[in-house]
């Protein structure tokens, strides 16, 4: 499904070589390039990119093989980032989602006095970024006028979701991978949806209100699922293959 989680979900997980379940250690910090992109994580034992991770569950982070390298730009963390509109500063970054395929940056979640109006947490999305420097963001003029509370602005985001729901969309999106094609249309992938929804509605088994959130989701996020799946094969042949130049070094 769409691989966005939060910085906070990350840090704190053990991660693990699944290819020998030899422990890497603890996920200390997620890191960013100069252009905002996350490429690396530390553990105790030092960095691992990004393309490494095969999946990140509730508790564990996995990756295809166990690489270290040493990064080639220099990195940085977000993480209470100073936020500024022009050269002042209106607070800070308190977490941030990021996809964990491909580095980019899919909302922030902001602290500091352009956050009050939201309880102290406000959302913000990275077309309201102008720059990522160094020392801070620089956000547009207007951000403060389309900042969203946590819970509007991530309600659509796979991270946000129940484990029950995250269940069910896993589920309900295992079946249609045999129902919907790469090229059949978005009304035809509703049909199959509420196909899928309401075969397990018949079963009584499950809640009626978290299947239709996980139908919901599907319907708005199915090409981004396929683009996935699409992806998931090259990234592991790269993975291994980065493993196999770093042991024949």
Known sequence: MEQVVRRSQVVGLLALDSSTATALG?????????QGRVCYFTSQQGYT??????????DTLLTYSTVFATPATPLSSLYRRTVRIGDQPVGWIEDFLFDWETGTIAAYILGGSIAEPWGGRAVLLPEDVEAIDVDAVVVK?????RLKSETEGLKNFWSEKSRQVKQLIQ??????KSLVGPQDPPEVVRVKVKQVRDELAKGGKFDLSLLDEAAEFLQQKWTTWQQRLSRAAQRMQAALQAAWEKLTE
Request: a negative charge; glycine letters at 10%; charged letters at 30%.
């Open 26 to 34: 603890t996920v200390e910090e997620i890191w960013v390039d100069g």
């Open 49 to 58: 990119p990004l393309e490494q991770i095969s999946l990140i569950g509730p």
């Open 141 to 145: 003029e207007d951000a403060p006028q």
């Open 171 to 176: 589920r309900m999106g295992d079946r249609l």
